[in-house]
């Protein structure tokens, strides 16, 4: 079965800071996407990115940025220079084709501080 | 991507009442999933609902607790019967737009009295 841990559960920085979410996950196939969404405390569910298992080049949008290494099972997310407004719970989730759904991680609750 | 219009967003209701959510799809779509989100939780599947059959249900989530109608390829609704206070969470429909990942509706804030 897949699994997908996010072990942070609680970050908090200092606006103008860097920070990391670190997401692993488990699986025994072969072809898998990986998404990262958004939470704001209005609590709709943003979306921020895919990357399916074969594409393995990081990828930048503006100040976030993702690093997937299969080697490591990883899909790690990035953001440059937080501000106050990037205060949400960040979820990674996985997908695959041998189930239908999304499957989440616990998530990380991100607070940035002026 | 597929846009999902989900209401109510927002109920307070008396516990032992039930509550039915829509949720309507721009386009049509083969799947549907209900999700819940009780406080400070993470996201868990109720079911998947199919057109033209019955929905298929998570371990943990009966029928009788939440019904779920998918008359159409646009459209399904879940129902939260017989509430409990312990039923108060944000519920979620979502659906998969081939090649673009998955949407989700805004969310129902449930809050059981």
């Known amino acids: 079965a897949q699994k997908v841990t996010q072990a942070q559960t609680e970050i908090s920085v200092v606006e103008k800071e860097d920070v990391t979410l670190d997401c692993v996950y488990e699986?025994?196939?072969?072809?898998?996407?990986l998404f990262w969404y958004k939470q704001p405390p209005s609590g709709e569910l943003v979306f921020l990115i895919r990357?399916?298992?074969?594409?393995?080049q990081n990828e930048i949008s503006g100040r976030y940025s993702w690093n997937f290494q299969k080697s490591t099972s990883s899909f790690n997310f990035t953001i440059t220079a937080s501000q106050v407004v990037d205060s949400a719970v960040y979820f990674c989730?996985?997908?695959?084709?041998?189930?239908?759904?999304?499957?989440f991680g616990k998530g990380t609750s991100l607070l940035v501080t002026p | 991507s597929a846009v999902i219009s989900q209401k109510p967003s927002r109920d307070i209701c008396q516990r032992g009442t039930s509550l039915t959510i829509q949720c309507q799809v721009d386009?049509?779509?083969?799947?549907m999933f209900w999700y819940r989100q009780q406080p400070g939780q993470s996201l868990t599947l109720i079911a998947t609902?199919?057109?033209?059959?019955?929905?298929?249900?998570e371990s943990g989530f009966v029928i009788d607790k939440f019904p779920i109608s998918r008359p159409n390829l646009t459209f399904s609704t879940l129902t939260v019967s017989n509430m409990s206070p312990e039923d108060s969470s944000i519920y979620l429909c979502?659906?998969?737009?081939?090649?673009?990942?998955?949407?989700f509706g805004s969310g129902t804030r449930l809050t059981v009295v």
């Open positions: 979502s659906v998969e737009a081939p090649g673009q990942g998955f949407t």
């Open positions: 699986t025994r196939d072969t072809t898998y996407y």
């Open positions: 990357r399916n298992s074969f594409d393995e």
């Open positions: 989730a996985f997908h695959s084709n041998s189930g239908y759904a999304l499957n």
């Open positions: 386009s049509q779509v083969t799947m």
């Open positions: 609902a199919n057109q033209g059959s019955e929905a298929t249900y």
